[in-house]
């Protein structure tokens, strides 16, 4: 991401306080099911809030991708995203056969957005390389 574009400023002013909320809401949500043990209805809610500042950052990156003017810092983030991606579902892949066959224990999904963001950061430091 170019922080130096009026694109750049707006993701990191819609990204600093969209994590702040994950946080606050993955802290939130182990700390009711720990104290409250809900059910129900309400324990839904609870477990689903941590996943919307999630959805929200997808949004946020696709913002990103249409106000960026700068194409070669757009294809830099999408070709990132792109390989991010398939590493992200190859590795998702792999643990799906062997939980099947192998019997490991389960690979949560909750750890998959984690995995693409960090595959995603490291493309981008091979993607812009490349172009040195």
Not at 3 to 12: D, F
């Amino acid at each position: 991401m170019n922080n130096n574009s009026p694109a750049g400023r707006r993701y990191l002013k819609r990204f600093i306080p969209t994590m702040i909320a994950y946080v606050v809401l993955v802290f939130g949500a182990s700390f009711a099911f720990r104290l409250l043990d809900p059910t129900g209805p309400v324990a839904w809610l609870i477990a689903v809030a941590p996943a919307l500042p999630i959805v929200a950052m997808i949004a946020i990156m696709g913002l990103y991708i249409r106000e960026e003017k700068d194409e070669f810092q757009r294809n830099v983030l999408i070709e990132s995203m792109l390989w991010g991606m398939g590493l992200t579902l190859s590795a998702t892949t792999v643990a799906g056969f062997l939980e099947m066959y192998v019997h490991t224990p389960p690979m949560q999904s909750f750890w998959a957005f984690p995995l693409f963001c960090g595959a995603m950061g490291l493309s981008q430091v091979v993607v812009r390389r490349r172009y040195r």
